[in-house]
Every structure is written in structure tokens, then in C-alpha cells.
């Protein structure tokens, strides 16, 4: 017998690797679904069974429990949002569309919109992206004795004028957009009218 072995004979067991955690159980779930809803869509495609209102849904690509992603084609559709509105008003305009982290993704002067709103208007759409809320908003609590008070002198891409709103897709940030080019209410208007073009199209 050697020494310290036990009696029947066999060494001691190695231990059982660790069982996948919770978070990584459900990541695997959620990634399976999103890959059998790719598959079926790709077959419907082929098909030529894919319905308009599934495709336009599917413009928002999921990845991994981040929400969303904002492409191509739903920011171009989001750019021709604000421009459809801006005519409605008579208005030349710029547009920005960043996203979650502020990065930018489309930028557009139409017409003659003022020179000025180049710089503001991505300004606003970075803003609106990082603090999560209008830019209106964010200049009420920027003032002095506010929850946001001096935040644009650590960061010189904030922009404390309105135009600048959020976009959320089920309760997390996707992006910011900007409007420049009108008063302050029909920058907000505008910006507001492509806001609910979003959550259309998120739905």
C-alpha cells in the first residue's frame, strides 16, 4: 500500500469544474434565440416571405444583450425624419445622430442652415448621448447648486443648448440626436417628431 493513499486504493478525485454562472447561462439562452430569429429571417428572405413592417424591425441589430445598434439604414431613416420635418416648418437645418457613447454616426447641413449649428448641433447630440436626458434639461441642472453644475467646463463637447435629446430602446441609452437651425421650439419640435420616428421603428 502506499503511503497516504486511501484504502481502496485510488487516488483522491479531482474537483468538478464550475458549472456556467447565472449571467453566463442566460447570455447563452439569449444568444441562441437571436441566432434561430436570424436563421428564420434569413429563410423567410430567401423566400421572398419576409413581411416590410419584420424587415424595418429588424433595422436595430441586437448583439449580446446590448441593446442595440444603430445602423446604417435606421439612421438614414432618422436623418430623413428630421429633414421631412424641417420642411414642414420652412426650415434649413443641421442634424447629428451619435450613439451611446457619444461616438457620431451621421451628420447633415441642409440647405443654408447656419454656420453656427455645425459645431452646436453634434455638440448637442454628444450631450443629449451622455447625460442621458435633453439638452434643455441638462442646462437647468448645470447652473450653480445643480446636480450638473460646471459639467461643461470637464467636458468642452458639452453643449448646454436645446435641440439635444436622448434615444432610449427598452430602458437603456442607444444615441443622441441634435437639432440646430430654428428657434428653440422648432429645434425641439423637430428633434421630438424624429424621437417618435425611433420609437416607431424600435418597437
Known amino acids: 500500500m502506499q503511503y497516504g493513499a486511501p484504502a481502496s486504493g485510488r487516488g483522491p478525485s479531482a474537483p468538478s469544474p464550475p458549472g456556467p454562472s447565472p449571467a453566463e447561462g ?7 434565440a437571436i441566432y434561430s430569429e436570424d436563421r428564420a429571417s ?18 436595430i441589430r441586437r448583439k449580446r444583450g446590448i ?4 445602423s446604417d439604414e435606421l439612421c438614414d431613416r432618422l436623418c430623413a425624419a428630421a429633414r421631412e420635418k424641417s420642411r414642414e416648418l420652412g426650415l434649413d437645418i443641421s442634424f447629428a445622430l451619435c450613439d451611446e457613447h457619444g461616438l457620431p454616426r451621421v451628420y447633415r447641413r441642409f440647405g443654408d442652415a447656419l454656420a453656427l449649428s455645425v459645431t452646436l448641433v453634434p455638440g448637442k ?7 442621458q436626458c ?19 467646463s470637464n467636458d468642452p463637447r458639452i453643449t448646454l443648448v436645446a435641440g439635444g435629446y436622448p434615444l432610449f430602446h427598452e430602458g437603456r441609452i442607444a444615441g443622441g440626436i441634435g437639432v440646430g437651425g430654428g428657434t428653440e421650439a422648432q429645434d425641439c419640435e423637430i428633434a421630438e417628431y424624429v424621437v417618435s420616428v425611433f420609437e416607431a421603428l424600435a418597437r
Open 134 to 152: 435633453s439638452t434643455k434639461d441638462a442646462a437647468q441642472c448645470a447652473v450653480e447648486g445643480g446636480s450638473l453644475y460646471a459639467i461643461q
Open 67 to 70: 441593446q442595440m445598434l444603430l
Open 26 to 32: 442566460a447570455r447563452a439562452v439569449q444568444d441562441r
Open 42 to 59: 434569413a429563410g423567410r428572405a430567401a423566400s421572398g416571405k419576409m413581411d416590410p413592417s419584420g424587415r424595418q424591425r429588424r433595422i
Open 125 to 131: 447630440a454628444y450631450t443629449a448621448a451622455v447625460t
